[in-house]
């Protein structure tokens, strides 16, 4: 199967862009704020939550994280306009921190404080591994500025991730709980999927204990299983599920039915080629995943 994956992965810079949207489409929302407000207002409309993200990351040039950060204000007066479900998140890559790291923190903090004053919770999403560090420092040294509505995102991937929980119990924070989408070093990262999957449950469990909201983001049916599992643990800390747009739409539906919180990730903005481009060489696991996703759409009853 990683043959076929690592293929799909290689042929994409070949395939036209044409191809390359009709392929990212469910998975993102459009190009425009108004392409995000309309797919968030259908899935509150749904019974889902929804987390927007403004596609853009790694930028070179410090004008284009100031254009990123405009845009976050933009989407969160359309969130309170709109009276949208919805919070926000962002790539510190994109707000530049390999640029000018103080430059990052102001704009965050800028993006923060428009949060703020709309009751709207903004969550640092986690890239790859050259940024954790960093990542976990500035989300401390936000928090003992007393900036409350934010919050983090854990990788089970990661060998350090225990620890890492461990270190952030005194702030009890928020964290997304994913199995972390990069593809990492042996040294740093588990690599087999058993592996990963018992790390976030041990994870799971490890944040509950230290009283931390935890958002599960997975649409792996066994985790989702070890999660429902420990419902009655979860609701006492604060849980909801998480997922992206366009993957297992189905089973999100289940579970709203079922009565659990989900809140879907919302990618949108002029990026999307760049974004979906990316994201399906980076990891030729997720290009597989899409694929087979297609495959299924194209041909009935696969
Ligand atoms: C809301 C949300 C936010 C995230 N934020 C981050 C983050 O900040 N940092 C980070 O490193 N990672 C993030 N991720 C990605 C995450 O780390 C995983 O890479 C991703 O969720 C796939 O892992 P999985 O647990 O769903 O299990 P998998 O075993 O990979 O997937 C289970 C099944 O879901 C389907 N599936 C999964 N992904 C896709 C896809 N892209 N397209 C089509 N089908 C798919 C497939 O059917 C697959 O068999 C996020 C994921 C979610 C849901």
Redesign the pocket.
């Known amino acids: 199967m990683r043959l076929f994956d690592h293929a799909v992965a290689r042929a994409l810079p070949v395939v036209p862009r044409s191809i390359v949207g009709r392929v990212a489409a469910p998975?993102i929302a459009g190009a425009t704020l108004e392409d995000a407000r309309r797919v968030v207002s259908e899935l509150n409309a749904n019974g889902m939550s929804a987390?927007v993200d403004v596609l853009g990351e790694e930028i070179t040039h410090p004008e284009s994280a100031e254009t990123i950060a405009a845009a976050y204000h933009e989407a969160l007066a359309a969130i309170s306009t709109d009276g949208l479900d919805a919070n926000v998140?962002v790539?510190l890559t994109a707000l530049g921190l390999h640029v000018d790291p103080e430059l990052c923190r102001a704009l965050l903090t800028e993006v923060l404080r428009d949060a703020s004053a709309r009751k709207i919770f903004v969550?640092i999403?986690?890239?790859?591994s050259s940024t954790t560090d960093a990542t976990l420092e500035l989300y401390r040294s936000l928090r003992e500025d007393g900036q409350d509505g934010v919050g983090i995102?854990l990788?089970a991937?990661l060998r350090r991730t225990l620890g890492d929980i461990e270190a952030l119990s005194d702030l009890r924070p928020s964290v997304?709980l994913?199995?972390?989408?990069?593809v990492e070093p042996s040294a740093i990262a588990f690599q087999e999927?058993e592996v990963i999957r018992k790390s976030?449950v041990a994870c799971l469990d490890a944040l509950v204990d230290a009283g931390c909201r935890v958002?599960v983001?997975?649409?792996?049916?066994w985790?989702l299983g070890q999660t429902l599992d420990r419902i009655p643990r979860l609701e006492a800390a604060g849980y909801e599920l998480?997922?992206?747009l366009?993957?297992?739409v189905q089973r999100g539906r289940e579970l709203v039915a079922a009565g659990h919180p989900l809140?879907?990730?919302v990618p949108y903005g002029q990026q999307w080629y760049e974004y979906s481009l990316r994201?399906l060489q980076e990891?030729p696991?997720?290009a597989g995943?899409?694929a087979?996703?297609m495959l299924g759409r194209l041909v009935p009853g696969r």
Request: with cysteine; proline share 0%.
């Open positions: 998975y987390t998140s790539k969550r999403d986690m890239e790859d995102v990788q991937a997304r994913c199995k972390g989408i990069y999927r976030f958002a983001a997975t649409h792996d049916e985790l998480q997922m992206l366009g993957v297992r809140r879907i990730y994201r990891n696991g997720v995943h899409v087979k996703d």
